[in-house]
Nanobody, 126 residues
Framework: QVQLVESGGGLVQAGGSLSLSCASS????????MAWFRQAPGKERKFVAA????????YYADSVKGRFTISREDAKKMTYLQMNSLRPEDTAVFYC???????????????????WGQGTQVTVSS
């Protein structure tokens, strides 16, 4: 069983920045595909960004491309999401997700991810 723990959410004004972190307990982290998803109030959960294992190819939803950056630090089993130029429509609960042994894939479907964090709230005020 893999545990994922997110941190770094909070309240920020539009145009501001936040950095999210996700700590994994996976024993195969360097081989795991990692991603961030988000769920806005009353809406379904949606893909935000994904990253492969080293050398860490990335893929982003169009809505965040150019504003968000996903990264990972295998030695610390950490995944990050740097969010800049935040907008009110970015308000959501953000979830970290892991796809064991799928480090070569950039999965955007949540069904490809076996483990999920508890989520961290990001609120962007206008």
């Amino acid at each position: 069983q893999v545990q994922l723990v997110e941190s770094g959410g909070g309240l920020v004004q539009a145009g501001g920045s936040l950095s999210l972190s996700c700590a994994s307990s996976s024993g195969t982290f360097s081989d795991d595909g990692m991603a961030w998803f988000r769920q806005a109030p009353g809406k379904e959960r949606k893909f935000v960004a994904a990253i492969t294992s080293n050398p860490g190819r990335t893929y982003y939803a169009d809505s965040v491309k150019g504003r968000f950056t996903i990264s990972r630090e295998d030695a610390k089993k950490m995944t990050y999401l740097q969010m800049n130029s935040l907008r009110p429509e970015d308000t959501a609960v953000f979830y970290c997700a892991a796809a064991p042994y799928r480090g070569n894939f950039l999965d955007t479907d949540e069904r490809d991810y076996s483990y999920w964090g508890q989520g961290t709230q990001v609120t962007v005020s206008s």
